[in-house]
């Protein structure tokens, strides 16, 4: 599904970030994505997510060469791949509900024949009674979960995850951990960046290590 | 008694969530001061151009007023009968294109026109007082006054054409010069507000940039991220012109309304001297809307083209891998 080949990434004229990164994400993986704090991580997931594009070496994204495609098909590629950011992101001018329900609502869908879907995906993140609620309102966990219900609501095929346990407790982290697995099991492929090594125990799934801008990977 | 439960679970309300809120906030305290401003620019482009078209009827009138008629001057002569002189002159001129009528200015009409100087009861026949004919012309195809200037000295030689072109030519130049200054004070409001309010639109929108990061990131299309922008500042620019506009509308007929109420008073006679009429007319009312529908075009226009260009530069920065501002923190 996603296709690395030779990536690498400077900013600028400084040192390259991201060393001849060569992998696969197949379809239906689960994988964490860990490494020390600077090792390039959110630099990878922004590859990952097309929002930055490598200085050298190939990747191939849903089989199209990301080098060469035209402006206005990104986000028709980015409808495919949902993100959890770090800092949430979410609107405060909308409710909980309105916020996870946004990427359909920009996808033209009537409101009629989602709302059901975003109460239920609420309810199982643990908000069906912050359902009416103003993101300031919400605690960090609570945005955490929102986030994530935000970016499973299309049932993407690639879920992008950044430190998606950050701000939860453990039981709730299991209970999201359980959650991208369950999505797995339906077809999403995942990636989950993270420091969590408890959260990684949990799992036998494959590892990719960054470090110093190379990428191991443990199957 | 055992399906109770089951009914009761089938009778619990459905979660209820609010009517959907719109995508970009409908008020904040940016918004609200873009639409003063486009109250403010709005009413006074309206009252510029409304005080312009006033002073540019007024300046044509001036001269239209004065270069609608010519004078023939008959002196009086001992050899002169000069009731036959007038009606020649009259019948002379008449037969020239471009004039439409003559008109004698007879005696009482003479003895009323140097009755300030001379006072009443005025014998003209005592006194050399020169007569007058009036005649109107076309003041778009004007006779050939050189022409009739010299068949009437040589029919009369005590006859004089008063052409008043001197006059006319110097109230045209200064009704032009009027008009040009009017044009040019009103292109220079009409740049100022089509700048403030390009600048204010702008500054409204750089508090949205999350906005549009978000709604791009989770797959949005400029598009429908322009239009929603879009149809958000057309609502505030129809708000704010409309109250600009029907303000300058509002100054304009009351002000009428004033010079109407205190017609013939010297305080009227003044201002109507300067200005014109006060009533701004029809014309002036489709300007003031014009004027309205171009700020809320500019405004919805400025939203679009600034949203597009955002997401451009978000996607600029995709390819450039030396610049990492905007981007969200992945």
Redesign the interface.
């Known amino acids: 599904m996603i296709h690395f080949e030779n990536v690498g990434l400077r900013y600028g004229m400084g040192p390259e970030v991201l060393r001849d990164l060569t992998f696969d994400i197949p379809r239906r993986s689960f994988q964490f994505l860990t490494g020390p704090s600077g090792a390039g991580k959110s630099t990878l997931l922004r590859l990952l997510f097309l929002s930055l594009q490598p200085t050298r070496g190939l990747i191939r994204t849903f089989d199209r060469n990301i080098a060469t495609i035209p402006r206005e098909e990104l986000p028709m590629l980015r409808r495919r791949i949902g993100i959890v950011f770090q800092d949430f992101r979410l609107l405060d001018h909308l409710t909980t509900y309105e916020n996870v329900a946004l990427p359909l609502r920009v996808r033209g869908k009537d409101e009629l024949s989602y709302r059901a879907d975003v109460i239920d995906l609420l309810k199982w993140v643990g908000l069906g009674e912050r359902i009416n609620v103003l993101p300031p309102v919400l605690s960090g966990g609570e945005k955490q979960r929102a986030a994530i219900a935000r970016a499973l609501i299309d049932r993407p095929e690639l879920l992008l995850a950044d430190e998606p346990t950050g701000n939860v407790d453990p039981p709730m982290a299991r209970r999201l951990l359980s959650l991208f697995m369950e999505l797995n099991r339906l077809g999403t492929a995942v990636v989950i960046a993270t420091h969590d090594l408890s959260l990684m125990d949990q799992v036998d799934a494959r590892r990719m290590i960054l470090s110093q801008g190379r990428l191991d990977i443990y199957e | 008694m055992q399906q109770e439960p089951q009914e009761r679970q089938q009778k619990r309300p459905e ?4 009517p ?2 719109p ?1 970009v ?1 409908p008020s904040n305290v940016s918004g609200n001061a873009l639409m003063c401003v486009i109250a403010i620019m709005a009413f006074l482009a309206c009252l510029t151009y409304g005080a312009v078209s006033m002073v540019r009827a007024t300046a044509a009138s001036w001269q239209s007023q004065i270069s609608r008629e010519i004078t023939i001057q008959i002196k009086p002569d001992d050899k002169l009968d000069m009731e036959a002189a007038l009606n020649d002159a009259r019948d002379l001129a008449l037969t020239f294109t471009g004039t439409r009528d003559g008109q004698i200015v007879d005696r009482a009409a003479t003895a009323r026109l140097l009755e300030p100087w001379l006072g009443e009861g005025l014998d003209l026949d005592e006194l050399p007082v020169p007569r007058l004919v009036v005649i109107t012309i076309d003041e778009r195809d004007p006779p050939d006054f050189a022409a009739m200037r010299k068949a009437l000295s040589e029919k009369i030689p005590q006859a004089f054409l008063d052409d008043h072109r001197t006059w006319v030519n110097r109230l045209v130049a200064m009704a032009e010069t009027t008009a040009w200054i009017g044009t040019g004070v009103l292109i220079l409001v009409f740049s100022a507000m089509v700048l403030t309010v390009v600048f204010a639109t702008r500054g409204a929108l750089s508090g949205n940039r ?2 549009i ?10 598009g ?1 991220v322009a239009t929603e922008f879009q149809k958000h500042f057309l609502k505030i620019s129809l708000k704010g012109s409309f109250a600009g506009g029907a303000l300058a509308a509002l100054v304009f007929a009351i002000a009428g309304y004033w010079q109407g109420r205190s017609l013939a008073t010297p305080e009227s006679d003044q201002a109507t001297a300067l200005f014109g009429t006060f009533s701004v007319g029809p014309g002036g009312y489709l300007g003031i809307a014009a004027t309205m529908i171009v700020i809320a075009l500019l405004t919805t226009l400025t939203a679009r083209f600034t949203v597009m260009r955002t997401i ?1 530069e ?2 600029r920065i ?2 450039d ?2 610049r ?1 501002d905007g ?4």
Not at chain 2, 327 to 330: A, F, I, K
């Open positions: 979660m209820r969530v609010r959907t809120a995508i906030p999350h906005i990061e978000v709604l791009h990131f989770v797959g949005a299309e400029a429908f451009f978000i996607d995709r390819s891998p030396a990492t981007l969200p923190e992945t």
